[in-house]
Every structure is written in structure tokens, then in C-alpha cells.
């Protein structure tokens, strides 16, 4: 099986364009292609990521790796 990795860098405002964005990507995916799928936010209590934990219900063929930092060191 194929991997590849994708990333993303977004805040509390692009949620919603990020999640059509990876949904798109898994719905399209060829059957044989797994995804490990990076974020990265400026904070995770900014982030209301359960609309992107809803699509492991529907897909399985991806992983998502989140890492946030704050605005000394981003």
C-alpha cells in the first residue's frame, strides 16, 4: 500500500474549508493509497477539531498527526 503524507497549516477560521479539503481528498482516494495526514494549528484550544474526527467514522485509509505551537516559537 502507498503512503502519503500530507500537510496542512490553518487556524480556527478554516476548519470547515480544511475538513471539505480532506474530505474530498478521502473520497477520492485510490483504494490502495493511505494517508498520514499533518496538521498544524497555532493552538489547540483554538481548534474545534470534531468535525475532522467525524470523517474516521466514514474512512479508514488515513491518519491524522496534530501539532500545535504557540507565537514564540511560530
Do not use: Q, R, W
Not at 2 to 15: G, T
Not at 25 to 31: E, F, G, M, V
Amino acid at each position: 500500500m502507498k503512503v502519503v503524507p500530507i500537510a496542512f497549516a490553518f487556524d480556527e477560521n478554516l476548519i470547515f474549508p480544511a475538513g471539505v479539503c480532506i474530505h474530498s481528498l478521502l473520497i477520492n482516494a485510490n483504494p490502495d493509497t493511505f494517508y498520514d495526514i499533518f496538521i498544524l494549528g497555532s493552538s489547540k484550544k483554538e481548534l474545534d477539531l470534531s468535525s475532522l474526527d467525524k470523517l474516521k467514522d466514514s474512512y479508514t485509509n488515513f491518519s491524522t498527526f496534530f501539532f500545535f505551537c504557540n507565537s514564540s516559537i511560530c
